[in-house]
């Protein structure tokens, strides 16, 4: 019913940028806190940063600075810039957003997740 769908992930050397893209799509209501996630194989999916509907941001301190996130409500869409990258923000990527959907339920959804590598 709800497909959240990132893009924009990829090879970049350090010290460079990229930007992730977020579009959910399907039976939406409105969307409440979206965000973004990372995960490295053999640890914990982390937190990399959330907005709110009002577009209140909380950053994870490794990324504070560097990253930024913004949302367009009326696209149901995150985005995540993310400057001067380093070796260690290699991970998968994955978008997060707590939805009401149109059968009155309210649940998150991830997206399937964007590969983003760093090179040294």
């Known amino acids: 019913q709800v497909q959240l769908v990132e893009s924009g992930g990829g090879l970049v050397q350090a010290g460079g940028s990229l930007r992730l893209s977020c579009a959910a799509s399907?039976?939406?209501?409105?969307?409440?806190?979206m965000g973004w996630y990372r995960q490295v194989p053999g640890k914990q999916r982390e937190l990399v940063a959330t907005?709110?509907?009002?577009?209140?941001?909380n950053y994870a301190d490794s990324v504070k600075g560097r990253f930024t996130i913004s949302r367009d409500n009326a696209k149901n869409t995150v985005y995540l810039q993310m400057n001067s990258l380093k070796p260690e923000d290699t991970a998968v990527y994955y978008c997060?957003?707590?939805?009401?959907?149109?059968?009155?339920?309210?649940?998150?959804?991830w997206g399937q997740g964007t590969q983003v590598t760093v090179s040294s």
């Open positions: 997060y957003g707590d939805v009401w959907s149109t059968d009155y339920r309210f649940r998150g959804y």
């Open positions: 907005i709110t509907d009002s577009s209140t941001t």
């Open positions: 399907g039976r939406i209501v409105s969307i409440n806190n």
